[in-house]
């Protein structure tokens, strides 16, 4: 009898032993595995078509035969409302107009030529900021080579054409709203993404 409940107690201290190292193992495993999900997940940080990474300021340059726009809705030196904003504390800005000029804008989709993940849908690249362009705008699907430095891994990137439309476009100063950051030389902003200040 004795033997047996020796037997026992070494079995029940075993199993308990066993237990806790199984436990202690699930409890190391645990961290390793949220630090890599968390890994994936800043690997994801300014992904899917995000400004992020966007440059901006600008040094004013325009690209060559980029032609300026006479008799503007909004002249060189007036104010004007930014309604749509392309990153946070853009919208509702008050911004000072720098240059306007008449091209062609688009959106475009491409991949980052630095590695990056693919932005979707990124506003905006102007018809002079595409290399050897041709004459004629080009249409919803067209693929071109980016010029425009807008954002990290842009420049010489293959992208895709989602949308076209000619207009006025404009360089503006402004401060972000949320930061109160100064921006200078932003580019761009459409017509239809600014109003006059009441």
């Known amino acids: 009898m004795e033997i047996r409940k020796l037997l026992g107690i070494l079995t029940m201290a075993a199993a308990i032993t066993l ?3 199984a436990a202690g193992e699930n409890d190391e495993a645990a961290p390793n595995n949220n630090q890599s999900n968390t890994a994936e997940e800043d690997s994801h940080d300014g992904g899917h078509g995000d400004h992020s ?3 901006m300021s600008g040094s004013g340059e325009v ?3 980029l032609k300026e726009k006479e008799n503007p809705t909004f002249e060189v030196g007036s104010t004007a409302t930014i309604t749509h904003a392309h990153m946070p504390g853009m919208e509702g800005a008050e911004a000072t107009i720098v240059g ?3 091209t062609t804008v688009y959106t475009i989709s491409y991949d980052p030529t630095d ?3 693919r932005v979707e849908n990124h506003k905006w690249i102007i018809h002079e900021e595409v290399k050897d ?3 004629e705008p080009y249409q919803i699907g067209d693929e071109v080579e980016v010029e425009a430095d807008h954002m990290k891994g842009m ?3 293959t992208a895709t054409i989602d949308s076209a439309e000619q207009t006025t476009v404009y360089m503006v100063d402004f401060t972000l709203t949320d930061s109160g950051e100064e921006v200078i030389n932003h580019k ?3 017509e239809s993404e600014l109003s006059k200040e009441e």
């Open 53 to 55: 990474d966007m440059d």
């Open 188 to 190: 761009w902003v459409t």
């Open 19 to 21: 237990s806790g190292c």
């Open 100 to 102: 306007a000029y008449e």
């Open 155 to 157: 420049e010489g990137a």
């Open 115 to 117: 590695g990056g993940e």
């Open 133 to 135: 362009a041709q004459d």
């Open 63 to 65: 690209p060559e035969g």
